[in-house]
């Protein structure tokens, strides 16, 4: 399983435009890449998954460049209600062991 | 979509005693579930893999004698805490993976040991 790394913490504030970008090195050719949300005492709500290029939903953009070690998620026009964690995972969607191990994820905090 | 039900949101136990969490796919068969921990301020730590029907994988530091889990069914798993210490106290989270849906996550259950 591809390792991941994200930045610890990020702040914003309400209105704004959230981009919390994912390392992943690593990464092999039938891993996707997800991401999730969770608030506290919660379990984990998946957010978005992509392969490559942009996927858009309601909620959320990913970004993944061509050589797909990196992805950004993007978050538009924040509100307090977005305050989580955020956790950016690799893996194969169709895995044998079907595992998902989650990393350290990105703290964000909006602001008013 | 799929919903996971799990059960109890919280629970308070006296040291020395058995805690048990159940884990329900509400709306679809899970063949395979998975048992995480959190502790305060960190993330997710996946501790064993249910499978239905026969015996759960247990990650690597895991107690599997402490922490028991039977997948009875194709939409029930459970985790016993056995003999419970303070050191327990931690937020539990199942999940269950479809095809369909990917994975979907219970609601968690705070165990506090006393």
């Known amino acids: 399983l591809a390792k991941t790394t994200q930045p610890i913490s990020m702040d914003s504030y309400e209105g704004q435009e959230v981009n919390i970008t994912c390392s992943h090195n690593?990464?092999?050719?039938?891993?996707?890449i997800t991401w999730y949300q969770q608030f506290p005492s919660q379990g984990p709500r998946f957010i978005i998954q992509?392969?490559?290029t942009k996927v858009t939903n309601e909620v959320a953009s990913l970004f993944i460049p061509a050589d797909r070690k990196s992805s950004t998620l993007s978050l538009p026009r924040v509100s307090l209600s977005d305050t989580a964690v955020y956790y950016c995972l690799v893996g194969e969607v169709e895995s044998n062991t079907g595992k998902l191990i989650f990393g350290q994820g990105t703290t964000l905090q909006v602001k008013p | 979509g799929a919903v996971v039900s799990q059960h109890p949101s919280w629970v308070i136990c006296k040291s020395g005693t058995s805690v048990k969490i159940e884990c329900r796919s509400l709306?679809?068969?899970?063949?395979?579930m998975f048992w995480y921990r959190q502790f305060p301020k960190q993330s997710l730590m996946l501790m064993a893999t249910s499978n239905e029907g026969s015996k759960a994988t247990y990650e690597q530091g895991v107690e599997k004698d402490k922490f028991l889990i039977n997948h009875a069914s194709l939409t029930l798993s459970t985790l016993t805490v056995t003999s419970a210490h303070p050191e327990d106290s931690s937020f539990y989270i199942c999940?269950?993976?479809?095809?369909?849906?990917?994975?979907?996550f219970g609601s968690g259950t705070r165990l506090t040991v006393v």
């Open positions: 992509g392969y490559k």
């Open positions: 999940s269950a993976r479809t095809k369909s849906y990917g994975y979907t």
């Open positions: 690593n990464i092999a050719t039938n891993d996707y």
């Open positions: 709306d679809f068969q899970a063949t395979t």
